[in-house]
């Protein structure tokens, strides 16, 4: 159970744990900021002190920026539409690990067509913006997922239209803007606004 819970701050799953990849002599240990404690430090403290970055890489460095503002600025989204991301991610952690991947792996991001509101819409299209073209085989495991979705949201008001095949850089700025984000956690493919 402890590796479990390990591996869920590794993921970014646990939202008052944040993975730190760099302490001084920590090293081959895991260690997580608890993001639920802030404690006001004098800058005049800090002038005399020698920094270490936490999140040495940018990318880190984004990921826990996202994550923080995360806590406190969610997305306002129908229960329907987070059960849509719930079908991807619990379909991507029961992959095993020799399983297949390709299906997800080159699946930048997700993102929602809506008519009616974010809180209450009528009808969505889901997004799938990959940095390729998909293969037949993968759109149809994409499509699986479809149908379990449309099984998940059985009974509420909510139309799921058929998937929207897109390609990084082919998504006009017009339609990145007024689709929805829907974060999936289980793609891993850093911070997108």
Known sequence: KRKSFITSVKRWDVT???????VPGGEGKEWAADLRISIPVSKGLLIAKT?????????????????L???????ALHD?????????????RQIPSTGERSWYEDVEQIRLELRGSRLHPTWVKVHIISTRRLTVKEKFRWRT?????????????????????????????EKYRSWAPLHVSELKNGPFV
């Open 69 to 75: 503002a995360g806590r406190v600025s969610r997305p």
């Open 51 to 67: 920094p270490h970055l936490g999140y040495p890489e940018e990318d880190d460095q984004l990921i826990l920026a996202q994550h």
């Open 16 to 22: 008052y744990l944040a993975p730190v990849p760099s």
């Open 80 to 92: 329907s539409i987070v059960e849509i991301a719930r079908v991807i991610n619990d379909d991507i």
């Open 145 to 173: 997922l479809r149908k379990r979705m449309e099984q998940r949201i059985a009974g509420s008001h909510l139309q799921l239209a058929a998937f929207g095949w897109d390609r990084l850089g082919n998504v006009s700025v």
